[in-house]
């Protein structure tokens, strides 16, 4: 039985090696929040909430997830005793949407309890790859040719698929570029949710169709999962769901439509390892292949994301490029590092990578600690 007698969060600032562009800004470093467990034997896991500053990937934010991980999820987890990680998720699951705010915390459990059980992350989740391919996601550059630099810096480095942002005036133009000059590397688009409807946009959607891509990834709104099935009968490329599915339910109902022929798999938008690994399971069952999608996460989500990567059903390339492509020196003592495009799955105990305290002080710029007897 694990009882958690300490929640310690910080708010942890990392400045990013290169300024990319979002549809609402751009950002020059990230705040994440880290998440320590300690047991009643002392014994430490550490999650990470990966939550973006404002509400436009999902309706979470840096600061509400602080709220959220503070006042609601820090005292359900300092009040229930729990055999398996399962166990917590599902206590934590009395809160309501908060999906990243609660992967922090599913995470640390994960990462708590593998470590106790002298077992590495990955073998724990069920995964028994020893290495894992790592694809790498490109922002909308200001011209096609620095996004023409960008894929060449990447395949040349040895990423095994690359992933293009498109959005309405950045689409068939610019990936048509990156495939004529690149015919068989491994291309997929995601588009956010920035396209309208089908009709609307038809014509875009049938020439990206003709550029052999792994898949278009999320085209339309969240809740648009019949939007998404009427352009699966329209398409040959496969229809990939991100933001859709938050909950292993919006999977079965995208299933039930034919709105979904692969799943990005994201630990944050599941809320956690626990619901993660259910929809690869759910997934692997229909025979819809799953990929790790990222969040620009820092070493330790990172961490689990490689862990997560290494179940069977994910047979596309994951996005765990390196650290090295988003933070000069991460939060982990040794960087995450792909090699030729493959990272090697830890075989210690726990997470396989340890927090790098002192560095992580350094950047730290809040902090709170509750305990179990002042929880209420
Ligand atoms: O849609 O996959 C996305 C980052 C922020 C918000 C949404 C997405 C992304 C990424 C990150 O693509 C990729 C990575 O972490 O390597
Ligand atoms: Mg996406």
Known sequence: MTRVEAVELRRVRLPLVRRFQTSSHAKRELEHILVVLTDTDGAVGWGEIASPSGPFYCAETVESCWAVA??????????????????????????????????????????????????????????????????????????VDDLLAQVRLRVDEGYRRIKLKIAPGWDVTPVRAVRAAHPDVPLHVDANGAYEDVAEHRAVLAQLDELGLLMIEQPFAPRALVAHAALQQRIATPVCLDESVEEVDDLVTALRLDAVRVLNVKVSRMGGLTQAVRAHDLAREHGVPVWCGGMHEFGIGRAANVALSALAGFTLPSDVSGSDRYYARDVTTRPIVSTDGLVDVPTAPGLGWDADLAYIEQRTTDRVVLRADTAG
């Open 70 to 143: 503070r006042d609601h999820l820090a005292p359900l987890v300092l009040g229930t005793d729990w055999e398996h990680p399962a166990d917590l998720a599902a206590a934590l699951g009395r809160v309501r949407g908060n999906h990243f705010a609660r992967a922090g915390f599913d995470v640390a459990a994960w990462a708590l309890w593998s470590a106790v059980g002298g077992v590495p992350l990955a073998r724990a989740l069920g995964g028994r790859r020893r290495t894992v391919e790592a694809g790498v996601s490109l922002g909308i550059e200001p011209t």
